[in-house]
């Protein structure tokens, strides 16, 4: 039994996602896990059971060295998800032993494990409780079922390395509803999107979007449009790759993934950058499903004019999707990304960072402390010391320095908030975990759909939330256009409106 050979990456993530983190602990940790899915007759045989196994095992097996998979139900199922596991990690161990945690799938599983995380779903909808089995729908749908398997792997997680464990409460949530409003239940059957369409982006987010579509109904043609090869350290975040495609195209492995899917989607790979896409194929897209990972990607993208977007993320404690019509009454992609915007904003990573509450007075003073490159005043080191429960003589340095230095240094760099060389992430480089990524991805898939169904949201609202706690209460924020941002000008306006005049 032994981690994953990419288990370092791993650790960077785990360095952002949990406060005060110590790689040796966390590989402790994670060696004493012993972890496990169960599922019965119900998830075996049914196409939502069958997709939360398969995201579920496809999770466990990057990060854990040890997943036990237990089942009454005959098929071959077990089989098959334990050779999924070990074409991921080869050194997993798949024994017969003592779990100390286990993941329920559906309401009939047979019981493991001593800590038990019940999942299931109901077509948009995901369930977790930590006290009762819940069932799977029997529909095609895999959104419900991708949420659980997220939200599962999240909790997992959490009661793992949290000293406190921030557990969900039992919890029933509808993607389409968070999405598109209340009492939505749209039937995925017979849809098909006879546009243009293009996901941008197959790292960790885009792994997660493909997963979803390749396990719908959905008859479409989407162009893959991402110039590299996976790496190995992908393999932590990304649910799709196993060790043998190490070295293979991106928007290759996407393809092989949407041909094996249940839909009925045409893949057409484009391995290259968005603007060598578009000057080859074209600037008329009617929907973008962006899964980049900067700020100056996303800005380039959007000023292509697409019809509709939807844009997901990750950073430190964040996951979301955001969808934007760039003449609609909500902000456009740029207005999103803009330096010192209002959503993504440096200054609210690095009051995240720093562990202080995300309100005005912390963003305004951050805000302007990174904009003049002025040091930090005492009371904020204090609060940071507070809050991280890092010695006030560690910070002290600090107090002459740009605040930016002890996000650097402190945050990214591995200085004072406890990170050891070993862990040290470049100093943009935010390594989300799997489960991160793959349910922005999900949510982006999610958005994508009820588009193409006619389902459509408003375009000033975003939804989002943090791994590391419980689901929030509302997760669905307001937001509006940055008064800087080119959307503003009537000429763009008007160039998009030609571009996509109202459909009769
Ligand atoms: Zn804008």
């Not at 609060?383 to 945050?411: C, N, Q, W």
């Not at 459509?456 to 609202?461: A, F, G, I, L």
Request: proline share 6%; net charge neutral.
């Amino acid at each position: 039994m032994a981690l994953a050979e990419y288990f370092d990456r791993a650790a960077q993530a785990a360095a952002h996602a949990i406060a005060g983190f110590d790689p040796g602990a966390f590989r402790d940790t994670l060696e004493r896990a012993h972890v496990g899915v169960t599922f019965g007759a119900q998830a075996a045989t049914r196409a939502e059971g069958r997709a939360l196994l398969d995201l579920t095992v496809r999770l466990l097996a990057r990060l854990y060295p040890s997943v036990r998979i237990a089942t009454d139900s005959r098929g071959g199922l077990d089989a098959d998800l334990a050779a999924t596991a070990r074409e991921i990690n080869p050194r997993i161990d798949i024994s017969e032993g003592e779990v100390s945690h286990v993941i329920v799938v559906g309401d009939d599983a047979p019981r493991v494990g001593r800590v038990a995380f019940f999942v299931g779903s109901e077509q948009w909808q995901f369930g977790f409780s930590a006290a009762t089995p819940i069932s799977v729908g029997r529909s095609p749908n895999p959104i419900g079922a991708g949420g659980a398997a997220c939200l599962g792997a999240a909790n997992l997680f959490r009661s793992i390395v949290q000293p406190t464990p921030q557990l969900d409460r039992d919890l029933r949530v509808s993607v389409a509803e968070l999405l598109a409003g209340a009492g939505v239940v749209p039937d995925l059957r017979d849809v098909r999107d006879d546009g243009r369409t293009a996901l941008a982006g197959l790292g960790a987010i885009g792994n997660g979007v493909v997963w979803t579509l390749a396990r719908t109904p959905l008859e479409a043609t989407l162009h893959t449009v991402d110039a590299q090869v996976h790496e190995l350290s992908n393999l932590q975040r990304y649910v799709l790759p196993r060790v043998a495609d190490v070295g293979k195209a991106k928007v290759d492995l996407a393809r092989e993934h949407l041909a094996a899917g249940a839909g009925r989607i045409t893949c057409v790979p484009h391995r290259m950058r968005w603007g060598a896409f578009v000057n080859a194929e074209g600037f008329t897209w009617d929907r973008v499903l962006v899964a980049l990972d900067s700020a100056h990607d996303r800005r380039l993208l959007q000023s292509s004019l697409p019809r509709w977007i939807a844009n997901g993320w990750t950073q430190v404690g964040d996951l979301g999707v955001s969808t934007h019509r760039f003449d609609g009454s909500g902000p456009c992609l740029i207005c999103l990304y803009l330096e010192h915007g209002q959503v993504m904003s440096e200054d609210e990573q690095v009051v995240r960072a720093f562990g202080l509450s995300v309100d005005d007075p912390h963003l305004k003073l951050v805000r302007d402390l990174l904009y003049r490159g002025a040091p930090p005043p005492r009371t904020l080191l204090e609060e940071i010391s507070h809050a991280r429960s890092v010695d006030m003589t560690l910070l002290e340095p600090y107090a002459e320095r740009p605040l930016r230095a002890l996000y650097v240094d402190g945050v990214c760099g591995g200085g004072v908030i406890s990170l050891s060389q070993q862990a040290t992430p470049g100093r943009d480089a935010h390594v989300p975990l799997a489960h991160q990524s793959a349910l922005a991805g999900i949510f982006i898939a999610a958005a994508y759909l009820l588009d193409v169904l006619g389902i459509r949201r408003d375009t000033r609202q975003l939804l989002h939330l943090n791994p590391m706690r419980r689901f929030p209460d509302e997760p669905v924020r307001e937001f509006t256009k940055d008064a800087r941002c080119v959307c503003n000008d009537e000429a763009f306006v008007g160039a998009y409106r030609a571009k996509y005049p109202p459909r009769a």
